[in-house]
């Protein structure tokens, strides 16, 4: 555990099953210009900086076409996160919240999603504008974002039902 991850008050850790219930291959390393949590944004929409998909030799050709997508959904494996935290007390929020309420890194499968913009493929290498996570992170999976299926209105609502960016 890392311990960039101190409990807060109100914050619900569980014990995990000892078993995993499915195995997954990392398919590359993401390589970004932030190695510490602190230095990183919240979310891709908080930077323009330039990252970097590095895909491993063995799955260059899924590559191919990947071209044809303005923007990808990158799903990637928060490497240094905790797994055991049901409740948390994210910090600028009044009380603890359900994990599942978050995108916090810390969860029992620890992955994020970014929709990212592709700026260039130069063989097993894509960069892209839109991450936020440490360099070295574990790549899970590339996917093209379709408007017509990704993007939806909502999200959260506030008590009158009124569209609100976040819950806090
Ligand atoms: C709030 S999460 C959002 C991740 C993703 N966009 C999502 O919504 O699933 C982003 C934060 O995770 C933390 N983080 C980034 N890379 C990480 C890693 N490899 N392991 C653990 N925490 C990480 C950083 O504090 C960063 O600001």
């Not at 890392?2 to 993401?30: M, N, Q, W, Y």
């Not at 959904?73 to 409740?87: A, E, F, N, T």
Request: charged fraction near 25%; include cysteine; charge should be neutral.
């Amino acid at each position: 555990m890392s311990d960039e991850f101190g409990r807060r008050e109100g914050e619900e850790a569980i014990v995990l099953p000892e078993t995993f219930d499915a195995g997954l291959h990392f398919i590359g390393r993401i390589r970004t210009p932030w190695s510490r949590r602190s230095e990183c944004p919240k979310n891709g929409t908080q930077t323009n900086a330039i990252c970097t998909l590095e895909v491993d030799p063995l799955y260059v050709p899924a590559l191919q076409n990947v071209d044809g997508a303005s923007h990808l959904i990158v799903l990637y494996w928060m490497h240094r996160s905790v797994r055991d935290l049901v409740r948390q007390q994210p910090r600028h929020a009044e009380g603890s919240r359900g994990t599942f309420s978050l995108r916090s890194p810390a969860r029992p499968n620890p992955i994020a999603v970014s929709v990212v913009e592709r700026l260039g493929i130069d063989g097993a290498e894509v960069s892209v504008r839109g991450l936020d996570c440490l360099d070295g992170t574990p790549l899970l999976d590339i996917k093209p974002y379709y408007v017509s299926t990704d993007c939806r209105p909502g999200g959260w609502v506030d008590r009158a039902g009124t569209s609100v960016t976040s819950p806090r």
